[in-house]
């Protein structure tokens, strides 16, 4: 499946949502394209891939998507801030989420056209079922990756074959629900050197996944998943090892305007970057970040802190061992594995 000679190592950086509307459309508009990614941008820059989850519409159109009712929150950018996308590098965005149509299909379809034209690939939402499941396929190095994009709301914008809209899946292991996403996975794995699995799911400003979406976590990664790449609750919430591969439930915010919870801290996140040579992923390892004045930054002091503790414990409970290397945190997925097994065991 290589493309071309297979470098040593590769590493690929995750991050999760990335909002653009509003406030920080209007300070890109001030400070330029580049404002948003502060300091982090040279770690950025130092991956082979960045990929993160798009969570506003690239439109002209004002005109709100509703269903009889206003949504709470709307978010737009000016098509022109796919440059700022642009300048940090970033290989893939995922659609599939509940502000890709925030602007209704011609908000969507707009948004779509735009990453197009600016070469960034994309997936979970298009013109028709096909294209909102269609998986998007990039270059890392001499591989080829490629990314399955789903989301479990709102049902309402489920694409059909004849309608647009997001790919939508229940969360859920039952062979009905499932059978669509198992589906995915392994056409995936035939096009592809890694297969990356990623989801717009669940409720917001919670630290835990259920134990149903563990289930279907596990489930995804052994119906052929080499990465489970969770976004949605806006905080990061704990990493486990799942048969030697990693399941980050939810990867939080990354660049946005939103209003801070003074416990759960939603400020306080990560760029996430996997050490691997496909499909073996060796390592993730964590920087962590401030958002703060539309702008995300390497996290310092007790902010840093703040942020290793809690994510240490989070992992901790699902029997992940992570290390701090400087000012970064570590996670070998071979150590994690042997450890929950000597768990398994005792």
């Given at each position: ?189 035939k096009a592809a050197d890694l297969v990356i699995f990623t989801i717009h799911w669940g409720p ?90 539309m702008q995300v930054n390497v996290a310092r002091g007790a902010e840093r802190e703040w942020f290793m503790e809690r994510f240490g414990g989070l992992c901790a409970e699902m029997k ?27």
């Amino acid at each position: 499946m290589m493309t071309g000679p297979a470098p040593d190592r590769l590493a690929i950086a995750l991050a999760g949502d990335v909002m653009l509307g509003r406030g920080v459309n209007e300070t890109i508009r001030i400070r330029g394209f580049a404002h948003p990614w502060g300091n982090i941008l040279p770690a950025i820059k130092e991956s082979d891939a960045f990929l993160a989850n798009l969570e506003c519409a690239l439109t002209s159109h004002t005109k709100h998507w509703t269903n009889g009712e206003e949504k709470a929150f709307y978010f737009r950018a000016d098509p022109r801030v796919v440059r700022t996308l642009q300048i940090v590098g970033l290989d893939f965005v995922s659609l599939a989420n509940n502000h890709a149509g925030d602007f209704g299909q011609e908000g969507l379809l707009q948004t779509v056209a735009v990453l197009d034209h600016a070469g960034i690939a994309h997936a979970g939402a298009g013109g028709s079922l096909a294209d909102a499941r269609r998986p998007a396929i990039i270059q890392a190095g001499g591989y080829r990756i490629a990314v399955i994009a789903y989301a479990d709301y709102p049902v309402a914008w489920a694409a059909a074959p004849w309608r647009s809209g997001i790919n939508y899946t229940k969360i859920s292991t039952d062979a009905e629900h499932f059978a669509k996403v198992k589906d995915s996975l392994a056409a995936a794995r035939k096009a592809a050197d890694l297969v990356i699995f990623t989801i717009h799911w669940g409720p917001n400003m919670v630290s835990r996944p259920t134990t149903g979406f563990q289930e279907f976590a596990r489930a995804v990664i052994d119906a052929g998943a080499d990465v489970f790449w969770g976004h949605s609750a806006h905080v990061v919430q704990g990493i486990e090892v799942w048969n030697g591969k990693p399941i980050l439930y939810d990867t939080g915010d990354f660049v946005n305007d939103y209003a801070v919870d003074p416990y759960l801290r939603n400020d306080r996140s990560a760029l996430f970057r996997l050490h691997l040579r496909p499909p073996v992923i060796e390592s993730v390892e964590l920087i962590p970040v401030k958002i703060s004045h539309m702008q995300v930054n390497v996290a310092r002091g007790a902010e840093r802190e703040w942020f290793m503790e809690r994510f240490g414990g989070l992992c901790a409970e699902m029997k992940t061992q992570v290390r701090t290397d400087d000012s970064r945190l570590m996670i070998d997925l071979q150590a994690s594995q042997s450890l929950m097994k000597q768990a398994e065991i005792a």
